[in-house]
């Protein structure tokens, strides 16, 4: 029993689903002040953020991450209790296991043993955590780092513990992150009997010709450091739920993830000029999540994929696919960013899991970066 193990088991048991915390922070709270960090518990709303800084000096190297975790989905199909961390194969399982309980437990035990090896250590080592990166996140990270910028209290460094491992620990890594933009679209038409369409209007078949021409339309051709932006519909609803009634309104969620190419204003006007090209009569409500963001490939990405290298033997992709995370608001207070994380082919899922021998190397990575930026 490594002590990134143990501790990984205690968060985990912990019921933290979003937006609840579970007591995590105060666990860790507790661990970081006997390290000797200053901890200054952040509440907002139902939320609970922690804010833990050892030392004032520049440069500040920042561990961020969330402590809620996704619901369960069925308990009956889990192969063991989720909130009771399970060993099994070499493989720690439980809700939170790899996103991403393992890598705050990794932070903390790097950071303790750093401190102890390096009491005197230069710059400053700080601690950013959220119950509210699962929900909404409107009163975790964001909220946090508007209060330090408002008291000019910036980072030079930020590694964000996000799974973005692929295949094995440490082949990828995240630099940025694409924007993502929703849209719920609601298209009238005239409710009327299915044998007298002549007295009605169809919405459904008013929809499906401008429903094709934005699912091949090519929004931009990405760059260098993003991917094409993509569109895609996630929910379509319409009629009353009987089969001989003409609906008299259809609606169509969808979700932009964009490119730097791309803003949520031009995507927004280029939507509506095909919608009307279509003559639909129609109402359309948007809801930007985030917008795209590039961290520089400056000195922390440089060290961190050195490190890698050297403990897994990877090459790591500096990448910026996949959903959103919290980089996107701390990007606002620090220069340099980075998600390094286990892998993620479990999370959200039933049976989550991480690999019990990845757990360490990914502490060995946090530390050897401490070391490293903080010498």
């Known amino acids: 029993m490594t002590p990134a193990l143990e501790l990984a088991q205690a968060l985990i048991s912990r019921r933290s689903v979003t937006p609840e915390d579970g007591g995590c922070q105060a666990l860790i709270a507790e661990r970081l002040s006997a390290a000797g960090f200053r901890c200054e518990p952040m509440r907002f709303g139902e939320v609970s953020n922690l804010w833990a800084r050892r030392g004032s000096a520049a440069p500040l190297l920042c561990f961020a991450g969330h402590t809620d975790v996704v619901p369960t989905g069925p308990l009956s199909e889990w192969l063991s209790d989720p909130f009771t961390p399970t060993l099994r194969d070499g493989k720690l399982y439980g809700r939170g296991a790899a996103d991403m309980k393992s890598s705050i437990a990794a932070f903390v035990v790097a950071t ?15 601690f950013l955590l959220t119950s509210d990166e699962e929900g909404p996140a409107v009163d975790g990270t964001v909220k946090v780092v508007q209060a330090l910028k408002k008291r000019g209290e910036t980072v030079d460094y930020c590694i964000v513990g996000e799974p973005t491992s692929v295949d094995a620990l440490g082949d990828m890594l995240k630099n940025g992150r694409r924007g993502s933009l929703s849209g719920r679209l609601t298209v009238r038409g005239i409710q009327g009997h299915v044998a007298y369409p002549h007295l009605a209007r169809n919405p459904v078949h008013q929809l499906a010709p401008a429903l094709a021409e934005l699912a091949k339309t090519q929004w931009d051709k990405g760059n260098e450091s993003f991917p094409p932006t993509t569109w895609q519909v996630s929910n379509i609803h319409a009629g009353t739920g009987v089969g001989n009634v003409i609906p008299g309104a259809a609606e169509v969620d969808f979700n932009f993830r964009f490119s730097t190419e791309n803003t949520d204003a031009s995507l927004t006007q280029r939507v509506e000029a095909i919608l009307k090209k279509h003559g639909l009569d129609y109402s359309l409500s948007w809801v930007l999540g985030a917008k795209p963001f590039l961290s520089a490939k400056g000195k ?29 608001f701390i990007i606002e207070i620090s220069p340099e960013v980075l998600e390094l994380g286990p892998v993620n082919a479990s999370i959200h899922q039933l049976n989550e899991h991480i690999e019990v021998a990845a757990l360490d190397q990914l502490s060995g990575i946090y530390l050897d970066t401490l070391r490293a930026l903080l010498p």
């Open 300 to 328: 922390l990405a440089q060290t961190v994929t050195e490190i890698c290298k050297r403990h897994t033997g990877h090459s790591a992709e500096l990448s910026t696919t996949g959903g959103t995370s919290d980089a996107r």
């Open 112 to 126: 303790e043993a750093f401190v102890k090896e390096r009491p005197k250590h230069s710059g400053s080592v700080a």
